[in-house]
C-alpha cells in the first residue's frame, strides 16, 4: 500500500466499536491494519464494563505483528452507551490512560479517527490535527439502543467532528443534515483473500453434501430473518443451506432438526476460501428494518471476489446492483433468484462481471478516498487559522 501522496499527520488514534481480537474483522481491525504499514496507529478498543471476561480495573496494550498498538480500557461504568452522562464520565476516566499513552510514544496532534456514535467528548479530551466520523452502522436502529439518547449523543457529534463518512448512501443522507462535510465512501472486501476461492480445493464435508449447497458466511445475529430461512428451508427441502460463522444471538439449536439447514460454526477467515468453494450460490437473507436499510454488508464484495452466484434481501444499498445479483423479499422470490443465479454459477462472463466489480472495491480505495476528505479538510483547517 502507498498512501504517501497524501499530505496529512502520520500518527492515528483511532476509537473503535470492535475488539482488535474478534475472530470477524470489521471495517475497524481492516482499515487499522492497513494504515499501520504508513501510519503510526493507537487502536482503543471500545469501553465495556467490569462485567464483560475481557474487562479487568486495569488497562492492557497489546503490540500486534500489523505494528497496530491496541489498548484495552479497564472496565467502566454500565449504560454508557444509554446515558449521556455516564458516557461523558467514562470517557473522562479514560482519558489519563490514552493520554498518557500518546505522550509514551511522542504522538503530537494526531488523526482523531472515531467509530462510536458517542465520541463527541473525545473532541475535548485530546488534541488533534483533524477529526473523522466513520459511520458504518445506523446505531439508534440496533436491539438494545435507546433510539433517542443514541441519537442524541450522535448528533452531538456530527456537528462538532471536522469530517464524516459514511458507508451507505442512506447514512450519507441521514448524516450530511447534521455536517456539510459528509461523503458516501462504501464498504468494500478483502478482494485478493476472498478471490483465493477461485482456485481453492472445497471444503470436503460441505463438498459431499447434495446439491445446491447455499451459504452464508459470517456472524448469526439479529441481521438475518430466521422466520424467512425457516419458511425457504421447508419450501426446497432439496436444497441444503450452509450457515458459516458463529452464533451471534440468532439461535441455532432452533433449527437443529432440521436436516436440510447445517451450521458449521465459526471458521479461521484463512478457510473461508475453501468453504466458499464449495458453495453453489451465497446469500445474504437478512430482515428488513430500519437498520438493515443502512447496511451495505461487507459480505456481498466478500461474495462477489469469490466468484460464487449471489441473492440477498431488497436492501435498499443493494438495488444498484442489481445487474449482477438476485434480490428478493418473499419465500417465493428467493426461490426464484437463487434457481436463476445457480444457473450463472458457470457462465464466465456474468463470473467476471462479479470479481470485476468485487475487484473496484478495495480497502486500499477506501483508505485513500477517506485519506483523501482528511487532507482536503486539514488543508481547509489549516487555512482558517
Known amino acids: 500500500m502507498n498512501f504517501d501522496q497524501f499530505d496529512i499527520p502520520r500518527d492515528v488514534l483511532m476509537f473503535s ?39 479487568s480495573h486495569s488497562h492492557r496494550i497489546l503490540e500486534d505483528p500489523s505494528g497496530v498498538t491496541v489498548l484495552r480500557p479497564p472496565g467502566a461504568v454500565p449504560f454508557g452507551q444509554k446515558i449521556a452522562g455516564i458516557n461523558e464520565i467514562n470517557h473522562r476516566m479514560l482519558a489519563p490512560i490514552v493520554q498518557g499513552e500518546l505522550a509514551r510514544r511522542e504522538f503530537v496532534d494526531p ?55 459514511t458507508t451507505a448512501r442512506t447514512l450519507f443522507e441521514d448524516k450530511k ?13 478483502d478482494f485478493e483473500h476472498f478471490h483465493k476461492t477461485m482456485t481453492a480445493k472445497a471444503d470436503p464435508a460441505i463438498e459431499a453434501m447434495p446439491r445446491p449447497v447455499v451459504g452464508f458466511v459470517g456472524a448469526l445475529n439479529y441481521k438475518l430473518d430466521d422466520e424467512l430461512i425457516d419458511k425457504i428451508a421447508n419450501a426446497r427441502p432439496d436444497w441444503h443451506f450452509v450457515f458459516v460463522g458463529p452464533d451471534r444471538g440468532f439461535g441455532v439449536e432452533r433449527f437443529r432438526q432440521r436436516h436440510n439447514l447445517h451450521f458449521l460454526g465459526r471458521r479461521h477467515i484463512e478457510d473461508l476460501p475453501t468453504v466458499m468453494a464449495a458453495m453453489d450460490v451465497c446469500w445474504i437473507p437478512y430482515r428488513l428494518d430500519r437498520y ?76 485513500g478516498q477517506i485519506l483523501g476528505h482528511l487532507e482536503t479538510t486539514w488543508r481547509h483547517k489549516r487555512q482558517s487559522r
Request: hydrophobic fraction near 40%; aromatic fraction near 10%; include cysteine.
Open 111 to 165: 488523526i482523531l479517527w472515531l467509530y462510536p456514535p458517542t465520541s463527541a467528548p473525545m473532541l475535548s479530551l485530546y488534541p488533534f490535527s483533524v477529526s473523522l466520523y466513520d459511520c458504518v452502522d445506523e446505531y439508534s436502529a440496533m436491539p438494545g439502543a435507546w433510539m433517542a439518547a443514541t441519537k442524541g449523543m450522535e448528533r452531538a457529534l456530527l456537528k462538532n467532528v471536522d469530517c464524516v463518512t
Open 17 to 55: 466499536t470492535a475488539d482488535w481480537d474478534e475472530p470477524l474483522w470489521t471495517n475497524k481491525q481492516q482499515i487499522a491494519s492497513r494504515l499501520a504499514g504508513e501510519f503510526r496507529v493507537l487502536y482503543v478498543e471500545p469501553l465495556a464494563s467490569l462485567r464483560s471476561r475481557k474487562r
Open 292 to 367: 438493515t436499510r443502512g447496511v451495505l454488508p461487507m459480505k456481498f464484495y466478500e461474495y462477489l471476489a469469490s466468484g460464487r452466484p449471489v441473492v440477498a434481501t431488497r436492501l435498499p444499498e443493494l438495488e444498484a446492483f442489481e445487474e449482477h445479483i438476485g434480490l428478493a423479499q418473499s419465500v417465493e422470490s428467493f426461490v426464484t433468484a437463487i434457481e436463476e443465479q445457480r444457473a450463472k454459477k458457470n457462465d464466465p462472463t456474468a463470473r467476471e462481471a462479479r470479481i470485476a466489480l468485487a475487484r473496484e472495491n478495495s480497502w486500499e480505495k477506501r483508505i
Open 177 to 189: 443534515a447534521y455536517n456539510n462535510n459528509t461523503h458516501f465512501v462504501p464498504n468494500v472486501a
